[in-house]
């Protein structure tokens, strides 16, 4: 099993739409988990944390579920400036395990 | 704040030339990190930095070293490339913070290196 798996895309959706990530990972003594956001031929950047509680951020929400080992990302009411691709990233004790990443293209 | 620096920005070698890619970062983080991308493979981790005068191997070394020259420089070296090298390296570096907040990770804008 990999390490961190990512939704193969890529996802294309209309303006608007409602958009859902998700990811699992395999490293049960992960510490922290993230979402970054990689534009074509960019450096990724990081668009949120995801807390055990949930969290929000405008349009978009991020969960974690520690029994599952699974993380998920929601965008709501898609914009075409939200194409990009979506990695899934997860820290062990000192370093990053990077998801292959979902590529999201929003389209008018 | 120029963040996270990298040069050259592309780089073009034959097979067996050698290389350095440099990474500055001033936002006085303690760690750096050096990865690349490929084509359906995702970031790999190449080698790390935890602080100034420590580096250890990520998932990825071989054909590579690396430097730590001082807390904001950190070098990666290819000293005989190899076409399997061909990829985009990403520098990035991060630091804690608060004791209560997960380090971000802050990547420069990457290497094109091609080698034929």
């Known amino acids: 099993r990999k390490e961190v798996e990512q939704d193969p895309g890529p996802f294309n959706v209309p303006e608007g739409a409602t958009v859902a990530f998700n990811c699992t990972y395999s490293n049960s003594a992960s510490q922290s988990f993230f979402w970054y956001r990689q534009d074509c031929r960019k450096e990724p950047k990081l668009l949120m944390s995801v807390y055990s509680s949930g969290n929000e951020d405008g349009r978009f929400t991020a969960q974690l579920n520690r029994a599952s080992q699974y993380i998920s990302l929601l965008i709501r009411d898609s914009k075409l400036s939200d194409s990009a691709t979506y990695l899934c990233?997860?820290?062990?004790?000192?370093?990053?395990?990077f998801g292959k990443g979902t590529m999201l293209l929003v389209s008018p | 704040n120029a963040g996270v620096t990298q040069t050259p920005k592309f780089q073009v070698l034959k097979t067996g030339q050698s290389m350095t890619l440099q990474c500055a970062q001033d936002?006085?983080?303690?760690?750096m990190y050096w990865y690349r991308q490929d084509p359906g493979m995702g970031l790999r981790l190449i080698y790390y930095s935890a602080s100034e005068g420590t580096t250890d191997k990520g998932e990825v070394p071989n054909g590579y070293n690396v430097s730590r020259l001082n807390k904001r420089e950190f070098s990666l070296r290819l000293e005989s490339a190899a076409p399997s090298q061909t990829s985009v390296y990403f520098c990035a570096s991060s630091g804690r913070l608060e004791r209560h907040e997960t380090d971000t990770q802050y990547f420069g804008p990457g290497t094109r290196l091609t080698v034929l």
């Open positions: 936002m006085n983080h303690n760690s």
């Open positions: 990233v997860v820290r062990g004790y000192s370093t990053l395990t």
